[in-house]
């Protein structure tokens, strides 16, 4: 994504949430037959600011109460936004149908309140997929066990991880890959949550994401060494005849805008050529976002493994979610390289999932016949 078009995109949602805080309380008063709504939609108004606020503010906070009060404030941007699309569908169907204004009006607050529960719901679960992918070079079978986007936090703790690790000792993979945004939030900063971690049998390897710089990736870097897990910053692993190629967080090139930039000076294409790849032996690639494959690619890799996108999360942002991202969910093929994309288990802003699901993925690499 270009500059310029990062910030048209930015400018057009900017508009949209201004027009939205204006829109939806004064739509849903006049359809209720509410009269001076002046307190219904400076309340409104509130709890959207708030929210927007929590989304960036609940990755430092620690305070409890204050916590709390984010967290509330966040699910309440995601009934914001089916809010205001199931307005959007009320103002087009109105051409069509013939509705009463308050049953409409009430239906709508409704049918948002439904999915968004129904979405909340969905978000608190996983499911393990298990991908084949034949390759070259390979003497045996190889594990993988592939978790991206936990995101511990205001909205994940103990018991997500506790699950993920019971997934890992029934299917026994030979690596898991924590491929980024493990925490969202101070609390997943917890020695006793990240210290399950011990107790996993195969070789655990970490490689960081954009949350986790937003957190305290130095302090998470730390917690997991204490605990086991390799830490991967531009690094190969060799075993079970392949190479892990564990890549840090940071952009493709220094060409393309990437609307969630890395703080990092290297890029994937200047980072890939100083690794000493063995043409060999397969090679699978460890990023969190799924960029620079392009580079991936000259540099030999066989497979990139990455998350980041959600899918797209919750349905319609899911359509502008394909826009956005060239490889957003599933198997990919780019020239000589395969790219999978995973879903990934936890969410960003509001906890919700419709339309997608959450995932962990146990990749088998198999000797290609």
Not at 91 to 106: M, Q, S, T, Y
Not at 186 to 200: T, W, Y
Not at 238 to 262: E, P, T, W
């Amino acid at each position: 994504m270009s500059f310029a078009t990062y910030l048209i995109f930015t400018l057009v949602n900017l508009a949209l949430f201004i027009a939205a805080n204006i829109y939806i309380p004064k739509r849903l008063c006049a359809l209720l037959g509410i009269q001076k709504a002046k307190l219904q939609i400076l309340g409104f108004v509130l709890l959207t600011v708030l929210g927007t606020a929590g989304i960036m503010a609940a990755a430092r906070v620690t305070n409890p109460l204050l916590l709390n009060l984010f967290k509330i404030t966040i699910i309440w941007l995601g009934v914001v936004f089916y809010l205001f699309f199931l307005l959007l569908v009320y103002e087009i169907l109105k051409f069509f149908v013939v509705v009463d204004r308050k049953h409409a009006g009430i239906g709508i607050i409704v049918i948002a309140l439904l999915v968004s529960i129904y979405g909340i719901r969905n978000a608190r679960s996983y499911e393990v997929h298990e991908v084949d992918i034949p390759m070259d070079g390979l003497l045996h079978e190889v594990r993988i066990f592939h978790v991206p986007d936990i995101h511990l936090g205001p909205f994940r703790g103990k018991e997500t991880l506790q699950k993920i690790v019971g997934d890992i000792e029934r299917l026994k993979p030979d690596f898991v890959a924590v491929n980024g945004d493990l925490v969202d939030g101070m609390d997943g900063l917890d020695h006793e949550i990240l210290g399950l971690f011990k107790s996993v049998s195969p070789d655990v390897v970490f490689t960081g994401g954009n949350h986790d710089e937003y957190v305290n990736l130095q302090r998470l870097e730390q917690i997991l060494g204490e605990n086991g897990v390799k830490v991967l910053n531009n690094e190969i692993i060799r075993r079970f005849g392949i190479q892990l190629v564990g890549l840090a967080y940071m952009n493709a090139d220094d060409k393309v805008y990437d609307a969630h930039a890395s703080s990092r000076t290297e890029t994937i294409a200047s980072v890939l050529p100083e690794l000493q790849i063995d043409p060999d032996i397969p090679s699978i690639a460890l990023h969190h976002s799924p960029v620079g494959i392009r580079y991936m690619n000259e540099a030999g890799i066989d497979l990139v493994l990455s998350g980041h996108t959600h899918a797209g999360q919750f349905f319609p942002a899911t359509l502008i979610a394909s826009f956005q991202f060239e490889y957003l969910k599933g198997l990919y093929e780019y020239k000589d390289t395969l790219v999978y994309v995973s879903q990934g288990i936890g969410t960003f802003g509001p906890p919700m999932r419709i339309g997608t699901e959450g995932e962990a993925t146990l990749v088998r690499l198999i000797p290609r016949k």
